[in-house]
């Protein structure tokens, strides 16, 4: 099973360029793919990032729903509406839409969490404050 691991610490140019960390880009490689797709988090401020076969997989899930149902709708906008298919250039970049940039409230740094078969991408400032409510209070 291929993992995103760690945390890394990377810069968003004035541009909204960021490197992708070399091992992330690495375990998209033994996925087989190079693309993924970014989207903004249902519950936090934050970009979730999926491998595009991940992403294929919960787009997949939809076919199970009655096609005129309201709730088909609404989950395949959330899926969709705001996701954006993107690929690293030869240097590992990637080019974040402004949109994304203004719903994590980036600046010129960007924390990168993996989480297993998916990664995310924070604003340091909130990637502090998400990493002490999972630690809990100190003992």
């Known amino acids: ?42 519950r936090l401020f934050c970009i979730e990032a999926l491998p ?19 709730e088909r709708e609404d989950l395949a906008a959330r899926l969709y509406a705001e996701a954006t298919q993107l690929r690293p250039d030869a240097e590992g970049r990637v080019v974040l839409p402004e949109t994304l940039i203004g719903f994590a409230r980036m600046t010129d740094s960007v924390v990168f969490v993996g989480l297993g078969a998916v990664f995310q991408i924070w604003s340091p400032e909130h990637w502090a404050e998400r990493a002490a409510s999972l630690r809990g209070p100190a003992p």
């Open 1 to 42: 099973m291929t993992l995103f691991l760690g945390t890394h610490h990377g810069r968003l140019d004035k541009k909204g360029r960021l490197s992708v960390p070399a091992s992330f880009r690495a375990a998209l490689t033994r996925l087989g793919t190079e693309e993924v797709v970014l989207r903004p988090s249902r």
């Open 52 to 70: 595009q076969p991940a992403f294929e997989a919960q787009a997949r899930a939809l076919d199970a729903l009655d096609p005129f149902s309201a």
